[in-house]
Antibody, heavy 119, light 110 residues
Framework: EVQLVESGGGVVRPGGSLRLSCAAS????????MTWVRQAPGKGLEWVSG????????GYADSVKGRFTISRDNAKNSLYLQMNSLRAEDTALYHC????????????WGPGTMVTVSS | QSALTQPRSVSGSPGQSVTISCTGT?????????VSWYQQHPGKAPKLMIY???KRPSGVPDRFSGSKSGNTASLTISGLQAEDEAAYYC??????????FGGGTKLTVL
């Protein structure tokens, strides 16, 4: 089955760290760029970070630049998001998504993993 | 990286057409052809409806169409159906491997 499944979310105190993972299956992972998109409770979608097929190009939203790091391991069919210096405003459901060869458009999404930053 | 501007809500009756606008700047929507639209039902992951301003992925009904003029992109849904009731988000490439979403539009089918 073609799918993405995120993991690694949880409750963390402000200033803490978390590492999210996204496991891909059912397709050739290294054929695709990948991205992280988050959605705060009751709010809209916010693009967080993206990476091309081989990790040679990455990008970050200004709101996370310098705190979050995206990476991938094509041998493990996995995408990661290392999140440091977490803030209350980082509280959200984090989705990973696949660029299906549509020029920065994402045709496959995971169900998301919830990150809550609270003291 | 300011969010693209969308109307908070739009509505229409079954069979009618509605258009959702998405206004950016000359650095994102106005400069790149990489505008996409997503449909999101409550509690579900987003679904890609339009990419490259006007193109539909396989499986998306041709009732959904996209366009762009200057810094504003638009999504038009014709022949409105009850199942179209959802939130819709536009998204644009903004250079340097970055993207920006719109704030989202809630479509109500009356």
């Amino acid at each position: 089955e073609v799918q993405l499944v995120e993991s690694g979310g949880g409750v963390v105190r402000p200033g803490g760290s978390l590492r999210l993972s996204c496991a891909a299956s059912g397709f050739t992972f290294d054929d695709h760029g990948m991205t992280w998109v988050r959605q705060a409770p009751g709010k809209g979608l916010e693009w967080v970070s993206g990476i091309n097929w081989n990790g040679g190009s990455t990008g970050y939203a200004d709101s996370v630049k310098g705190r979050f790091t995206i990476s991938r391991d094509n041998a493990k069919n996995s995408l990661y998001l290392q999140m440091n210096s977490l803030r209350a405003e980082d509280t959200a459901l984090y989705h990973c998504a696949r660029d299906g060869g549509y020029d920065f458009a994402f045709d496959l999404w995971g169900p998301g993993t919830m990150v809550t930053v609270s003291s | 990286q300011s969010a693209l501007t969308q109307p908070r809500s739009v509505s229409g009756s079954p069979g009618q057409s509605v258009t959702i606008s998405c206004t950016g700047t000359s650095s994102d929507v106005g400069f790149y052809k990489y505008v996409s639209w997503y449909q999101q039902h409550p509690g579900k992951a987003p679904k890609l409806m339009i990419y490259d301003v006007t193109k539909r992925p396989s499986g998306v009904p041709d009732r959904f169409s996209g366009s762009k003029s200057g810094n504003t992109a638009s999504l038009t849904i014709s022949g409105l159906q009850a199942e179209d009731e959802a939130a819709y988000y536009c998204c644009s490439y903004a250079g340097s491997y970055s993207l920006v979403f719109g704030g989202g539009t809630k479509l109500t089918v009356l």
